[in-house]
């Protein structure tokens, strides 16, 4: 019941009680005349029952709103009072009026003493002028939102971050009345954005890509990182399809990563993605699902690490082991088979040079023998190029030379349906190096390319001299900051498909069908040009064509050719040879080739027996020609030995595995020359002669 109702119910009962007084005033006059005065008192006293009745119901009524009143008030103090956050009332100059609780809990005081203290005392003195400016907003806008100061708790010694609400309450006359201020410590939240930019910071300088994307493969978050190693932009990547950005063409292990991350929550394997201007990047990719606060799945957060320097380098490494354990089965096999070939080479020369009327049969027979001999020997010295033992011989090679002798060889070879193209600058000079290995690498590309051009096609041979700067050189492993001469030879053949394109190279690797082809010759080029400081690259196109190209250090300059000179052969003076070596072969097939030319020749089996013997004819003995891997006594043993009786004596190093080189430095031998098996008749001789000179 409100107060207008309470007033107008005892204005109503006041009024009854004044009619029920004149009723009985009346009613006291008519009593002498009338027979009826009970019923008169009985009418008076049931009208003033029923008033004061009502007027105890709206007393009750009133008590009972009281009570809700009072209900209420208590309810607003206690959220007021106990409300999380800092709750303080202040008159329009900023003095404090009311402080819940939870202010005087922030500002570390007693509720009491915040009553009558001006607010500004709690604001740090390095903001005072901002709370001012807070105020004059308050009064000329009504109202601030989520603005900053640093305020003072425990005795102005220590200050906190807070964020500050406030209004303004006008009284009856419209102008402020008071002002209500909500504020809060958010020193956590700091804390927590803090934590956040220092994580955003490391994002952003990792070398690693980070994206977020959504279950529809659409780009949610793309840091620093995915934009140097992809090079799109952030504006660029997001909202976009990484599977459309990133992949030429959805593969099956796209659909299983998903699947997995979905099932399991993570994924971790390698793809391939390209760049930005098409580049392809192997890479290591960290596959994390994200939950939603209902804990359903929301999105995947994608790690990845470019490998692809890594896997280049594991392959070097791979292949390198390869040939490492190719060349050490390689040795062992052809230390047989030149101590095999030795004597057939040194018999297929010595028949026609002790039987010079043999009929002409007999003597193509032999030049026959001669030739595969030189040509078994050839493929052993290719295996042998695996290893450390293959003997360079260093020239000055002319670059227009060497062309023209492949271009002879393939016009007088090849198809006639393969058109050749030869191409080369008039300046194109020399190069420093072994001229039948660059032979060998020019032969093997364009029979290559002639196998690849079964139908007919273009064969082009060109060389120019070209710069390599060090951007360039960085980019390729190999290359350094020189002048090359650059020889490329394109056909126009089947080309190489890009899966297999990085196994070329690989010993035994052939794509030709069985009997047509080793899968040495790459192997064999990549092994040369290295050992020649230079470099190769190599693009192909499926059905278009594939081009090598081969760099070589240019050596601008030199124009001097070496001499070699070529020693006649004589024949001896009877002077007295030592030959040591376990295959019985080979010591027969040199001692009759020495005989032949008059000189004396002792042989020995072992280094123990050639000891034996030296001892015996040391005095004779002017020459010793000393096989290196022997049973019993190896060769270095002997020689040692045999340099210890006489350090003068001359000694030639016989061996299918290492050369004069490598042989010296691993034995610190003192050697006046070296043969390498097989070796012909002119060699042994020549070497023989040099000494006796």
Known sequence: MTNENFEQAIVEAHNRLEKLLQLAGITMEQSIESDYPVELLQQAIAEISISLEELHQQNEELIATRHLVEAEHQRYYDLFNFAPDGYLITDATGIIQEANYAAANLLNVRQSYLIGKPMAVFVHQTERQKFRQIMLQLQQQGQVKREELRIFHNER????????????????????????????????????????????????ITTDAMIVQDLHN????????????????????????????????PAPLLSEAL?????????????????KNGRELII??????????????????????????????????????RLESLGTLASGIA???????????????????????????????????????????????????????????????????????????????FPKFIDINIDITPDIGIVLGDSSQLHQVL?????????????????????SKVFIDENYARMHIGATVNSYVRITVTDTGVGIHSEIIDRIFDPFFTTKEVGQGTGLGLSILMDIINSHDGFLEVASQVGIGTTFKVYLLSQEGTTAQVIVDEIKLS???????LVVDDEVAITETTKATLEIYKYKVLTAQDGIEALALYTQHKDEIRLVLMDMMMPAMDG?????????????????AMSGLATAETLVQTTGLSIQGFLAKPFSTDELLNKVQKIFR
């Open 157 to 204: 010694t220590i200050d906190f971050p807070a964020e500050l609400t406030a209004i303004a309450v006008e009284d009856s006359q419209g102008k402020t009345g008071n002002l209500r201020w909500l504020f809060r410590d958010i020193s956590e939240r700091h804390q927590t954005e803090q934590k956040i930019r220092e994580q955003a910071a490391l994002l952003d």
């Open 218 to 249: 659409q780009i949610l978050f793309w840091n620093q990182g995915a934009e140097k190693m992809y090079g799109w932009q952030v504006q660029e990547a997001q909202g976009n399809n990484v599977w459309e950005l990133l992949y030429r063409e």
């Open 259 to 275: 699947k997995t991350v979905v099932e399991r929550g993570t994924w971790q394997g390698e793809l391939c993605k390209f760049t």
């Open 284 to 321: 290591a990719s960290r596959w994390t699902l994200m939950l939603d606060a209902v804990g359903l799945p929301k999105s995947i957060l994608i790690l990845d690490t470019d490998i692809t320097e890594k896997k280049q380098l594991e392959t070097q490494l791979l292949r390198s082991q």
């Open 335 to 413: 230390h047989d088979l030149n101590n095999i070939l030795t004597p057939m080479m040194g018999i297929a020369q010595l028949l026609p040079r002790k039987y010079p009327h043999l009929d002409d049969l007999s003597l193509q027979m032999l030049n026959i023998l001669e030739t595969n001999t030189k040509r078994a020997r050839d493929l052993v010295r290719q295996i042998l190029s695996f290893t450390r033992g293959s003997e360079r011989i260093c020239t000055i090679v002319l670059v227009s030379q060497l062309i023209e002798d492949i271009k002879q060889i393939v016009q007088q070879t």
């Open 443 to 463: 032969m093997n590309l364009v029979i290559n390319a002639r196998d690849a051009m079964p139908n007919g096609g273009k064969l082009s041979i060109s060389a």
């Open 571 to 577: 024949t001896g003076q009877g002077e007295l040879i």
């Open 636 to 652: 270095k043993t002997a020689i040692g030995t045999l340099q210890i009786i006489n350090p003068q004596v001359p000694i030639i």
